[in-house]
């Protein structure tokens, strides 16, 4: 729910207006030479920072303070010798220089507040609308909003990241803040520099297509590797897929099913990598094509769906694949998402975010459509929604379609043919009708009709650890959690359940004391780990062993200890520790993640934690949650997998920002 956004100040205007206001206003304010006038445009830009809804004071009062001081301290110390002046070493003070110094200080001072007031009421869509009427240029003043928008969102991770991992930090204790600091600068400048790569395929990629190609696929021996030092990822794969095939790519994780759809899509060797044979999509031979036309042959869905959305809004986004306002706005529906149509893209939670992309696909048009674990993070309804849809849209035109994700149970009934990947190259190949159990389990695949369980400590207590009663949450403009009320006991294992969007991330957010309550009581009578729904983005460090350092060094665990930490966590990854975290694979990425936040958690929370696993990881999540158990440790899973709802001896459903329902898993699971 959105509340009232702009307060009664500068954010009645519309978005030109009010950036138009703020160019004269501040423009004219140089011209000032009078002490009153520029006392009158200093109250006046104050009036209107307090008419704003948000304001930063603290940013306030740095900003304007320091200016109006060294403007006034500045001018009075280097008064003009017109007047008789007290003379100390090279300063000279009149009554004329503390005039000057007040009237510089107090129109910059103005001119400050009023650009605040602009910068407090003008999200970053409304900014692209004040510009829009400049026409040359607008695609680029959109991916330059965009990364602006992303790094304010990755700058948020980073400190949430930190505080889980240092929490309760003295705002005096400026050694640990300037670390923080230096590592948040440092990790920021490198994924900048790393997504420049993803960005520019996504803004190539992000467009209408209408082609009357066939959809069909040729590869002929095709060898892939990401680098000269690195090894072959694809050895002579060669596939023909006909118009109109559902395949789907079976295989454990790193076996090149990702690498496998890259090199489809023209991402390799465009973007990265390097590949050697031929790849054909209806019949055009892609080496000698650019990203844009490859774009109106096939489109690639990755894993994360934030690296497919370049919009500034969810309706900006789609209008740019979309052929008009109507399909734009059906295709939302289908995923049932129209009501986001206004929300900033860096707002929506990770299921929206996917359900969002997933739209801008069936608008596209486009007729060979590679999907990456398009189901991962999406709920039982989102699901079905994008299922169906997928259907209506392979028989309008016949589309081909390559998926691979782990939920291949609620995929059987679409696929046609089935392909293992296997040591880089095609294992298997055969119809659907044609898949064994012995071809499921050397592909990684376990059915939803045989979860994964482990039974809940019998030494779990009635001690309450953590509680929220009548907790509200304000995320901007959106209201996220209202009336939030759950207790968490002590050695408890509670999944927590509910439809994207709904508010469970930002619930335990709030409970691991990163996200400030509007309103409600927040109790935590324990030291909690949070591992991130996307684990890369709670990543600081630049290699693999210092991400698993950073918090027993800053619990100031002894050398040895540390030491014995390392070994075991290195080996629990299979990770050597020279790597860096963002070049990982999810998998990789998931189980680093988790180990860097064990160090003295008593309460381990783990958002979607199989995203990115493969069987083998995620039993071996569910070995880590026995072991906590048994420890008598609190885990907290919030997961739409259902191969998991059998670890829970509780389940917590939250729907529209509260708590729909709790209870035992013997009263079974619903949404």
């Known amino acids: 729910m959105r509340t009232k956004s702009n307060g009664f100040g500068l954010g009645l205007l519309p978005p030109a207006p009010r950036l138009l206001f703020v160019v004269l206003a501040t423009s004219g304010f140089v011209w000032i030479k009078d002490l009153n006038l520029a006392s009158t445009a200093f109250a006046f830009g104050m009036v209107l920072i307090l008419l704003n809804r948000k304001k930063n004071y603290a940013m306030v009062l740095t900003l304007v303070g320091t200016t109006v001081a060294a403007y006034f301290v500045g001018n009075l110390l280097f008064s003009p010798a017109s007047l008789a002046s007290k003379q100390w070493f090279i300063f000279r003070v009149n009554r004329v220089g503390a005039?000057?110094?007040?009237?510089?200080?107090?129109?910059?001072?103005?001119?400050?507040?009023?650009?605040?007031?602009?910068?407090?009421?003008?999200?970053?869509?409304?900014?692209?609308?004040?510009?829009?009427?400049?026409?040359?240029?607008?695609?680029?003043?959109?991916?330059?909003?965009?990364?602006?928008?992303s790094m304010k969102r990755e700058v948020i991770l980073l400190r949430q990241s930190f505080a889980i991992r240092c929490p309760r930090t003295k705002w005096y204790a400026l050694g640990i803040h300037l670390n923080f600091a230096r590592l948040a600068l440092q990790a920021i400048l490198f994924r900048i520099f790393d997504a420049i790569s993803t960005i520019t395929y996504a803004s190539e990629t992000h467009h209408c297509s209408r082609n009357n190609n066939q959809g069909t696929i040729s590869l002929n021996r095709i060898f892939v590797r990401y680098s000269a030092s690195e090894p072959m990822v694809l050895r002579g794969v060669s596939l023909n897929v006909e118009e109109g095939q559902f395949v789907y790519l079976g295989g454990r994780a790193r076996a090149g099913k990702t690498t496998l759809m890259r090199t489809i899509a023209g991402y390799i060797p465009r973007i990265t990598g390097e590949y050697a044979g031929s790849v054909l999509i209806g019949g055009v031979d892609t080496s000698g094509t650019d990203l844009t036309d490859i774009a109106s042959l096939v489109r690639l869905v990755p894993s994360d769906p934030a690296l497919s959305i370049i919009g500034l809004t969810v309706g900006q986004d789609i209008m740019m694949t979309a052929p008009g306002e109507e399909i734009a706005r059906q295709c939302l529906s289908a995923m049932g998402i129209e009501h986001l149509w206004g929300r900033e893209t860096t707002a929506l939670s990770g299921g929206e975010q996917a359900r969002l992309v997933l739209a801008g696909l069936l608008a596209s048009g486009v007729k060979v459509v590679l999907l990456d674990s398009p189901l991962e993070q999406l709920d039982p309804d989102g699901r079905r929604d994008f299922l169906a849809a997928m259907r209506d849209f392979q028989a309008q035109e016949s589309r081909t379609i390559i998926v691979a994700d782990p939920a291949f149970d609620e995929l059987r009934d679409h696929v046609q043919r089935?392909?293992?990947?296997?040591?880089?190259?095609?294992?298997?190949?055969?119809?659907?009708?044609?898949?064994?159990?012995?071809?499921?389990?050397?592909?990684?695949?376990?059915?939803?009709?045989?979860?994964?369980?482990?039974?809940?400590?019998?030494?779990?207590s009635r001690l309450p650890v953590a509680e929220m009663r009548d907790v509200d949450v304000t995320?901007?403009?959106?209201?996220?959690?209202?009336?939030?009320?759950?207790?968490?006991?002590?050695?408890?294992?509670?999944?927590?359940?509910?439809?994207?969007?709904?508010?469970?991330?930002?619930?335990?957010?709030?409970?691991?004391?990163?996200?400030?309550?509007?309103?409600?009581?927040?109790?935590?009578?324990?030291?909690?780990?949070?591992?991130?729904?996307?684990a890369s983005l709670q990543m600081i460090e630049m290699t693999?062993?210092?991400?698993?350092?950073?918090?027993?060094?800053?619990?100031?665990?002894?050398?040895?200890?540390?030491?014995?930490?390392?070994?075991?966590?290195?080996?629990?990854?299979?990770?050597?520790?020279?790597?860096?975290?963002?070049?990982?694979?999810?998998?990789?990425?998931?189980?680093?993640?988790?180990?860097?936040?064990?160090?003295g958690a008593e309460i381990m929370i783990f958002d979607e934690p199989t995203v990115g696993l493969d069987?083998?990881?995620?039993?071996?999540?569910?070995?880590?949650?026995?072991?906590?158990?048994?420890?008598?440790?609190?885990?907290?899973?919030?997961?739409?997998?259902?191969?998991?709802?059998?670890?829970?001896?509780?389940?917590?459903?939250?729907k529209g920002g509260r708590v729909a329902y709790a209870r035992s898993n013997s009263e079974g699971f619903a949404g």
């Not at 959690?481 to 439809?499: Q, Y």
């Not at 994207?500 to 709030?510: P, Q, R, S, V, Y």
């Not at 290195?570 to 680093?592: F, I, S, V, Y």
């Not at 949650?625 to 829970?648: C, F, K, S, W, Y």
Request: aromatic residues 8%; charged residues 20%; proline residues 4%.
């Open 418 to 460: 089935f392909l293992l990947i296997e040591d880089g190259g095609i294992a298997l190949d055969v119809p659907i009708s044609g898949l064994t159990a012995d071809v499921l389990e050397r592909s990684g695949l376990r059915t939803t009709s045989s979860p994964l369980s482990i039974v809940t400590a019998a030494n779990a």
């Open 475 to 534: 995320l901007g403009d959106y209201v996220v959690l209202t009336s939030m009320s759950f207790c968490i006991c002590e050695g408890e294992c509670v999944v927590v359940v509910g439809p994207n969007g709904g508010g469970k991330t930002t619930a335990f957010l709030t409970l691991s004391g990163v996200v400030r309550p509007s309103s409600g009581r927040v109790v935590l009578r324990r030291r909690v780990g949070f591992v991130f729904q996307n």
């Open 615 to 654: 069987l083998a990881g995620v039993e071996k999540f569910i070995d880590l949650v026995r072991e906590l158990n048994e420890a008598n440790q609190t885990t907290i899973v919030i997961t739409h997998d259902p191969r998991i709802m059998g670890i829970a001896g509780r389940i917590l459903c939250i």
């Open 99 to 149: 005039i000057l110094g007040l009237i510089g200080g107090l129109k910059r001072g103005a001119m400050i507040c009023v650009s605040l007031a602009w910068l407090f009421c003008t999200p970053l869509p409304d900014f692209y609308e004040s510009l829009a009427f400049f026409r040359v240029g607008r695609k680029w003043l959109v991916l330059f909003l965009r990364n602006i928008q």
């Open 544 to 599: 693999s062993r210092d991400e698993l350092e950073l918090k027993p060094k800053l619990m100031h665990f002894e050398k040895e200890r540390i030491r014995n930490f390392l070994t075991k966590e290195l080996e629990w990854a299979a990770l050597r520790g020279d790597e860096w975290p963002g070049d990982l694979h999810p998998q990789q990425a998931r189980l680093l993640a988790i180990g860097a936040m064990k160090p």
